[in-house]
């Protein structure tokens, strides 16, 4: 089974959310906490360098990659650290994935995640991402289908509900749209666009 070395920060792991990520991808690959896998009374950077560096100990770099955790001196030192060694010892194609929760302030953000494809918690593929990343190869995601056309309910400024209805691509023309009276109840619902030529 591929392991992964995960950086984090502790603030961030206070309700538990490093955890339950460390949980869901370690149905598929190993996982390795600081806190589960470094010994007591060794010192710290040997440690971690053994993990990062060695092929037997890790076969990606992950960090969860937040505020906290992109601000922190020590995980600012680990990340250097994971990349320089990783870079130097074990090659280009060494995984260094970067986890985003939530948005950060870009300034945050080091060269070296910006200039990788990162990975979003929104993502219904996170997990797959992060796996076949690590396992080297491609993510297995089905392409969603979509439908030819958005529909959009909009709130006027007087609270009236309001459809918006477009094509994705081309022009409808013409336009019927129909909406069933007892679905429209006490409120009045007009149309925000017309036809809308998108090629």
Same mark, same amino acid.
């Given at each position: 089974?591929?392991?992964v #070395?995960?950086? @984090? =920060? #502790?603030?961030?792991?206070?309700?538990? $959310?490093?955890d339950f /990520?460390?949980?869901q991808?370690?149905k598929?690959?190993e996982i390795?906490?600081d806190r589960?896998v470094l +010994?007591?009374g060794?010192r710290?950077w040997?440690?971690?360098?053994?993990?990062? +560096?060695?092929?037997? !100990?890790?076969?990606? #770099?992950? /960090? @969860?990659a937040?505020q906290?955790s992109?601000g922190?001196e020590?995980?600012?030192?680990? @990340?250097?650290?994971a990349?320089?060694?990783?870079?130097?010892?074990?090659?280009?194609?060494?995984?260094?994935?970067?986890?985003? %929760?939530?948005?950060?302030?870009?300034?945050?953000? %080091?060269?070296?995640?910006?200039t990788?494809?990162?990975? =979003?918690?929104? $993502? %219904? !593929?996170?997990?797959?991402?992060?796996? =076949?990343?690590? !396992?080297?190869?491609?993510? +297995?995601i089905?392409?969603p289908i979509? &439908?030819p @056309?958005?529909?959009?309910?909009?709130k006027s400024?007087?609270? $009236? $509900?309001?459809?918006?209805?477009?094509p994705?691509?081309?022009?409808? =023309?013409p336009?019927?749209?129909?909406? %069933?009276?007892?679905e429209?109840? &006490?409120n009045?619902?007009?149309?925000?666009?017309g036809p809308k030529?998108?090629a």
């Amino acid at each position: 089974m591929k392991k992964v #070395w995960i950086t @984090y =920060s #502790w603030k961030d792991n206070e309700e538990k $959310d490093v955890d339950f /990520i460390a949980q869901q991808l370690g149905k598929h690959v190993e996982i390795k906490l600081d806190r589960w896998v470094l +010994s007591a009374g060794k010192r710290l950077w040997e440690q971690l360098d053994n993990h990062i +560096s060695n092929p037997n !100990e890790s076969d990606a #770099w992950l /960090i @969860y990659a937040t505020q906290n955790s992109l601000g922190s001196e020590p995980c600012k030192e680990e @990340y250097a650290y994971a990349l320089q060694r990783a870079l130097d010892s074990r090659g280009a194609n060494f995984p260094v994935i970067a986890l985003f %929760p939530a948005s950060v302030e870009n300034n945050l953000i %080091p060269a070296g995640i910006r200039t990788r494809l990162f990975v =979003s918690l929104s $993502d %219904p !593929e996170w997990k797959e991402r992060i796996v =076949s990343a690590i !396992e080297n190869r491609q993510p +297995s995601i089905t392409a969603p289908i979509a &439908e030819p @056309y958005v529909l959009t309910l909009h709130k006027s400024i007087d609270g $009236d $509900d309001v459809i918006e209805v477009r094509p994705r691509a081309g022009t409808w =023309s013409p336009f019927v749209m129909a909406i %069933p009276a007892n679905e429209i109840g &006490e409120n009045n619902v007009r149309l925000l666009h017309g036809p809308k030529n998108l090629a």
